[in-house]
């Protein structure tokens, strides 16, 4: 993809974007751009919600991370799990907690992290780990590596 | 960049260790105390040091056995077969240790009492340790429903 970059001294500033597949780049691309319009009010809704590009069976899709549940890395690969889906998206496990820095997802193992908001209960499990049942009903262990951390976060200490 | 909230594995096996330490203090002072009450009943109203010793020695060897080999059942999260087996086998230590030991002057009788004395410790504190997380349950899920009740209000 050619990128041309130019700094103009008069005239509007304007951004085209040609493309030929709706790629998820050039989803995420879209969506700053809309997220920078909305940030300076020139559309209306302020409040306008990241959304989380994926693939779901080599098609597109896109979520709330809201409505995430947990997120896992699998051989380097990364999927994100809702209640009735699973998605593949790019990047890390470290990349997406910095981009969401949003303290409900929390790093709960090397290869996991969970979405506190979604979390149906907690269970205190032996050698200081946490079971954590899902809403989907799914149990996650929290690593006794990462477990104080956690407490932490439930008590608003981080 | 190195995540600071996370332990590490010094803190790990620091943690490890003090579990050691504090199984060891328990458990001496349970089987102390036994020792202690067959003394007193047979009119003795001294604690040989010796005898204290190799107590406290066998409790802190058993519990890095049962930390690392024996699946450390008294903590272990329901009561299995292997858990059992653990405590079998630790008893046995134990009871090995005090007949060599002398510890109860070679009485049969006696150092089965202490066997069945060291499984029923065993046992209570492994419920105990149950009650413990049962009590931290409540506490997780009430500060989880906290947490949650403040994101959905700061959303």
């Not at chain 1, 979604?118 to 009903?137: H, P, Y």
């Not at chain 2, 067959?38 to 049962?66: P, R, V, W």
């Not at chain 2, 009561?79 to 086998?89: D, H, S």
Request: aromatic share 14%; glycine share 6%.
């Amino acid at each position: 993809m050619k990128i041309d970059i130019q700094k103009i001294s008069e005239g509007d500033e304007k951004i085209i974007l040609r493309y030929r597949i709706l790629t998820p780049q050039i989803k995420k691309i879209i969506e700053i751009l809309e997220g920078e319009t909305s940030d300076f009010g020139n559309k209306a809704d302020p409040g306008v919600d990241v959304k989380l590009w994926g693939k779901m069976d080599s098609e597109v899709v896109c979520v709330n991370p809201r409505d995430l549940l947990y997120l896992e890395s699998v051989d380097d690969k990364l999927f994100a799990y809702t209640g009735d889906s699973v998605l593949k998206i790019d990047g890390s496990l470290n990349s997406f907690m910095t981009d969401m820095n949003d303290e409900s997802f929390f790093r709960c193992s090397k290869s996991m992290v969970i979405n506190v908001n979604r979390v149906k209960a907690l269970k205190s499990m032996s050698s200081n780990r946490i079971d954590a049942t899902m809403e989907g009903g799914e149990h996650i262990i929290i690593s006794r590596r990462y477990a104080s951390a956690f407490r932490r976060l439930l008590k608003g200490e981080r | 960049m190195k995540d600071k909230k996370k332990l590490t594995l010094w803190e790990l096996y620091l943690t490890k260790e003090i579990g050691i330490e504090f199984k060891a203090c328990l458990y001496f002072f349970a089987f102390l105390f036994y020792y202690c009450c067959y003394k007193m009943f047979n009119g003795i109203f001294d604690a040989s040091i010796i005898h204290m010793t190799e107590l406290i020695f066998t409790c802190y060897i058993i519990g890095y056995l049962q930390v690392y080999l024996l699946w450390n059942f008294d903590e272990a999260d329901s009561l299995g077969a292997k858990e059992i087996a653990g405590m079998v086998i630790c008893t046995a230590l134990h009871v090995i240790v005090s007949y060599v030991g002398s510890w109860f002057d070679k009485n049969i009788g006696v150092s089965i009492g202490f066997a069945a004395y060291i499984l029923f410790t065993y046992i209570c504190v492994f419920f105990i340790y149950k009650s413990k997380r049962r009590i931290d349950d409540k506490k997780l899920n009430e500060d989880l429903k906290l947490f949650q009740t403040q994101h959905k209000k700061s959303e």
